[in-house]
């Protein structure tokens, strides 16, 4: 089977395809641009979906680069779709296959994810304030920047499976 037909018949790509498009659906409704006779209006969003899903896929992709380097086996990122949720989504996850073997792996393999998140969030902002000249996107760029920022501040609470747990 070609790596091209891998891809197509992986959860993985399904799932981040559906969040993207109800991350679109959000980001359309907070502009008021989604227009139900015209259901390619949901795409009107899609400022909003590539900032924060860039966001949450630099934050897994974090966890995932940190596990990788530490020998842990983890799953590509789980987005979960959410369309009637506000944000579109509720976010992603990993799956950690094999425990990590000491505690500097699992604070490197915790601590991975918020710091990717925070450096894809302040490259948006960089590119907000020096690139992006168009009063139409920015309201979404900041939005997807405010809400990557607050998950991420909510992912370090010390509990649970949560990065800060």
């Given at each position: ?84 949720f ?6 992603a ?61 909510l ?11």
């Open positions: 089977m070609s790596s091209l037909a891998k891809v197509f018949r992986s959860i993985h790509f399904w799932l981040f395809v559906a969040t993207f498009l109800s991350v679109c659906f959000a980001g359309a409704k907070f502009t008021e641009s989604f227009d139900v006779q015209n259901l390619l209006t949901i795409f009107n969003g899609w400022p909003f979906a590539v900032s924060l899903m860039f966001i949450l896929l630099s934050h897994e992709m974090g966890h995932y680069a940190m596990s990788r380097k530490w020998g842990v086996r983890v799953t590509l990122p789980y987005f979960v779709p959410m369309p009637i506000p944000i579109g989504t509720l976010g996850f990993i799956v950690i296959k094999d425990p990590p073997s000491n505690r500097n792996a699992l604070f490197d393999i915790g601590a991975g994810g918020p710091w990717a998140g925070i450096l894809a969030t302040a490259v948006l902002n960089l590119m907000a304030k020096t690139l992006i000249s168009d009063n139409y996107y920015l309201p979404l760029l900041y939005l997807a920047i405010f809400i990557g920022l607050l998950v991420t501040l992912n370090l609470f010390p509990c649970g499976s949560l990065d800060g747990g």
